[in-house]
């Protein structure tokens, strides 16, 4: 059974940093790319980023540029995002998902994360 | 970016009714799209990929259908676990989401 399980959310004030991770099992983790994508309270639905299989390719929406990084470490088959320079905006739920470049295959339970001083 | 727009916001429906879920792209998306469901409180599920294919282990009452820029999910048969949030997604371009139908029971 494919399991995703997110870790490392919580309150932080605007401008600090916060790093996600996401532990993987139940799959061959480093034949897939990886995603989050986040949800802000009541709202829709809203990709972060994606990284390749191996890690050579890594893609963030414009938004987030600049201040995230997703990495990912297949030995552990743990994926992460750093997040720096957080703003009220950045306040979400962070799902990390399966993703093969195209549709989310599967989800993590989401770990909340609130930018607010 | 794509802009995906979904109708309805939201839709109160019947047991055993058939429902349909509209998803219309801003530019032609050669069929690359997927359809989630949302159940209160958890995380998005994967129910349909490439427009028409059924994900893994989805019930065959949900289907989906569509090309070029418009596209739906058609649930047949409405359960009560069905009750959920749907979002359509594009992956012809970086991901978009639609903003969402809230589906109730009547």
Known sequence: EVQLVESGGGLVQPGRSMKLSCAASGFTFSNY????????????????????????????????KGRFTISRDNAKSTLYLQMNSLRSEDTATYYCTSHSGYYFDYWGQGVMVTVSS | DIQMTQS??????????????????????????????????KSPQLLIYNANSLHTG???RFSGSGSGTQYSLKINSLQSEDVASYFCQQYYDYPTFGGGTKLELK
């Open chain 1, 33 to 64: 790319g990886m995603a989050w994508v986040r949800q802000a309270p009541t709202k829709g639905l809203e990709w972060v980023a994606t990284i390749s299989y191996d890690g050579s390719s890594t893609y963030y929406r414009d938004s987030v």
């Open chain 2, 58 to 60: 989805v019930p065959s």
């Open chain 2, 8 to 41: 309805p916001a939201s839709l109160s429906a019947s047991l055993g009714e058939t429902v349909t879920i509209e998803c219309r792209a801003s530019e032609d998306i050669y069929n690359g799209l997927a359809w989630y469901q949302q159940k209160p409180g």
